[in-house]
């Protein structure tokens, strides 16, 4: 209940000053330690252009990363606005890592099956440079299942939701808001989704972080450049997008003393209009500390 009554204050903020919800599309409060007192509990400051719940001592971000000082604490986004128009000039393929995103998160990731194990499709994402994109372009949309249905299976495997409205909920979301906004390469739905489970086959980021040594542990950190090297170059690339959570661990679930450990939750790689792979534009800020050690945490830990 309390948790609620903050998530409405937000929104009324929110939309007191006509701004836009961060750019992980989901909007999720993800609380890093305890439940939050009755003292002291909100403050609203706005960074890269968007609302912040803080809680001092708690501290919370939505979908950002949580900096803390001695008297404040803040969350620092990677900078995404829309555009205003359906002009892109490439595309941005989201994966994600479940257990990085859900662990300790305020949501539970009960929809994700399990045997999905893997790291999975969040969202195809036409872009026009690192901080815009276009959006809602269609004057109506709705998801056509009866079009998807020969991929239907494959699509809850590899674009599994654990958002709040299932699967199909979260498909009509990214459709809508991002696949309208593409038709001139992708004409269909079909098309788009079919797209963007292409991709995933073609550059598994399992198999890419296998190679490299690098698999899932509750006690074993790497250091981000190995990642990102392993990255860019199985890829051909020297530009990606990451997207990390700060959390603090329980000794009993990750082995590690008490700290905060940097997860990576989300890569994006990016893609030209031919979807060959090139260079992401390099965000104004990052949710990431390259200077950190990053962890994978396995499924064991939800």
């Known amino acids: 209940m309390y948790r609620f009554i903050v998530f409405v204050i937000f929104l009324a903020v929110s939309r007191s000053f006509n ?6 599309d989901a909007v999720k409060i993800q609380f890093t330690s305890g439940f939050p007192s009755y003292t002291n509990y909100i403050s609203v400051i706005f960074m890269s252009y968007r609302p912040v719940l803080i809680r001092s001592g708690l501290g919370f971000c939505v979908t950002g990363r949580l ?3 001695s ?6 986004y990677p900078s995404r606005h829309p555009t205003g128009s359906d002009e892109y000039t490439y595309f941005d393929f989201v994966r994600q890592w479940a257990p990085n ?3 300790k998160a305020s949501h539970a990731c009960i929809r994700i099956p399990s045997e999905i194990t893997y790291w999975t499709i969040h969202g195809l994402w036409p872009s026009l440079d690192a901080t815009h994109y276009p ?4 004057e109506s949309c709705q998801l056509n299942t009866t079009e998807l249905a020969p991929i239907e299976e494959e699509l809850k495997e590899q674009w599994n939701s654990d958002y709040n409205g299932g699967n199909e909920k979260f498909w009509s979301h990214e459709y809508c808001k991002h696949g309208t906004c593409c038709t001139d390469v992708l004409p269909t739905q079909l098309d788009f989704f079919s797209k963007a489970l292409e991709l995933q086959k073609k550059f598994k980021m399992d198999t890419i972080l296998e190679h490299a040594d690098i698999t ?7 250091s981000f450049k190995v990642v990102d090297d392993a990255l860019k170059h199985a890829l051909g690339v020297e530009q990606l997008v990451y997207w990390c959570r700060f959390v603090k661990s329980d000794h009993h679930e990750t082995n590690v003393k008490s700290k905060s450990l940097q997860l990576i939750y989300q890569v994006s790689v990016c893609f030209d209009k ?3 792979t090139q260079d992401c534009p390099k965000p104004m800020h990052s949710s990431c500390n390259f200077d950190e050690e990053v962890y994978f945490l396995p499924k064991s830990v939800l």
């Open 67 to 69: 900096i803390r000082s």
């Open 216 to 222: 899932p542990s509750a006690t074993t950190s790497y």
């Open 101 to 103: 995103l859900c662990y």
């Open 71 to 76: 008297s404040l604490s803040y969350c620092k």
């Open 274 to 276: 031919s979807f060959n």
């Open 19 to 24: 701004l836009n919800y961060p750019a992980a």
């Open 135 to 138: 959006q809602n372009c269609a």
